[in-house]
């Protein structure tokens, strides 16, 4: 029992196992067309108050809907949550992709959604993390492995604003090749095998 305990724990190390979700640092921005600010400044770890002003100097604001930011974590994540920070009563679309060719919608946020109203204005900060005190149930959603996220405005009052963008999971481990691991699993076996013939 010992023995085949070794050997599963030895091939779920070579499988691969995840950490625990943080806060994914590692990753660039790229954005298109024309807006203000620094594309940046929407993953710089700085989340703007609710209910401030959608073209304050630390967030990334502009009109129309052609705009596209995208996060490139530079190799596969697991992305189990995400916190984003938008002006309030717009459309945004967040999507993702392993390629950069074929994008998947994760959540669409509606103008109904956080708790800034159209009264109110303003920034607006929800997350998908039930644990997180801006938890918001409507773009919750099952954990993807991506490369990319991107978000984009797709309708509103034709001002939109991003004040933070962040993404929080756990980088995939690399699988080993299935001939490596075919060859270890052989190995493993042929040394369970001899355990268990009787001496003569």
Do not use: C
């Not at 590692?26 to 620094?38: D, I």
């Not at 950069?100 to 103008?111: A, E, K, S």
């Amino acid at each position: 029992m010992k023995f085949l305990k070794t050997i599963l724990i030895a091939t779920s190390l070579l499988v691969g196992t995840y950490a625990n979700a943080t806060l994914i640092t590692e990753s660039t921005v790229s954005a298109t067309g024309n807006f203000n600010n620094s594309a940046n400044l929407i993953n710089n770890e700085i989340v703007p108050e609710e209910f401030t002003r959608w073209t304050t100097p630390t967030n990334v604001w502009w009109r129309g809907v052609t705009q596209t930011f995208t996060l490139d974590f530079g190799q596969l994540y697991n992305i189990d949550d995400v916190l984003v920070s938008v002006d309030n009563n717009d459309f945004y679309d967040v999507t993702w992709s392993n390629d950069q060719d074929l994008w998947t919608n994760l959540f669409t946020i509606t103008p109904s959604d956080g708790e800034v109203t159209a009264a109110m204005g303003g920034m607006d900060t929800m997350s998908s993390d039930i644990t997180h005190n801006e938890y918001l149930a409507a773009i919750d959603f099952s954990s993807v492995q991506a490369r990319y996220l991107r978000i984009q405005a797709t309708g509103g009052d034709n001002s939109y604003s991003i004040g933070e963008f962040q993404a929080f999971g756990s980088e995939v481990a690399s699988v080993p090749e299935p001939t490596s691991f075919a060859i270890f699993a052989l190995g493993l076996m042929g040394l369970a095998s001899r355990r268990f013939v009787k001496k003569s």
